[in-house]
C-alpha cells in the first residue's frame, strides 16, 4: 500500500510563489504518472496538474497553466508542484496521487491510491 505525504503548503499574498512537495512510500513510484488535486472549501476536488512516470509529458487544468509546474524526482519518491502567481482563488487543500495518465486530466476517483492528508495552501489578497 502506497502512502502519500504532502508538504510544502502555507499562508502567501496574491502573486507570490509555493512548492509543494509530495513523498510517496514503495518501490514503484517510478512505474506511474502522478497527480495534483486541489479541494476549496464547500466545492469538490478538482484535478491540477499531471506528469507522466518518466516526466516527459505534463498536462494542467487551463487556468493553472503557465503558473504551476508539475516535476518528479524518482530516484526520491517525490514529486513536486511549483506554484508561482497565486491567487486567492488558488487557495485550497492540495492532494497528490497516482493517476492512469500524465497526458489528460484524471477524476479523482480515477486516483491509484488512498488519499493523504493533504497540504493547505492560503492566498490572501
Known amino acids: 500500500q502506497v502512502q502519500l505525504v504532502e508538504s510544502g503548503g502555507g499562508l502567501v499574498q496574491a502573486g507570490g510563489s509555493l512548492r509543494l512537495s509530495c513523498a510517496a512510500s514503495?518501490?514503484?513510484?517510478?512505474?506511474?504518472?502522478m497527480g495534483w488535486f486541489r479541494q476549496a472549501p464547500g466545492k469538490e476536488r478538482e484535478f491540477v496538474a499531471a506528469?507522466?512516470?518518466?516526466?516527459?509529458?505534463?498536462y494542467y487544468k487551463d487556468s493553472v497553466k503557465d503558473r504551476f509546474t508539475i516535476s518528479r524526482d524518482n530516484a526520491k519518491n517525490t514529486a513536486y508542484l511549483q506554484m508561482t502567481s497565486l491567487q486567492p482563488e488558488d487557495t485550497a487543500v492540495y492532494y497528490c496521487n497516482g493517476v492512469p495518465s500524465g497526458a489528460r486530466e484524471s477524476r479523482p476517483s480515477d486516483v491509484l491510491h488512498s488519499w493523504g492528508q493533504g497540504t493547505q495552501v492560503t492566498v490572501s489578497s
Open positions: 514503495g518501490r514503484t513510484f517510478g512505474g506511474y504518472a
Open positions: 506528469i507522466s512516470w518518466d516526466g516527459g509529458l505534463t
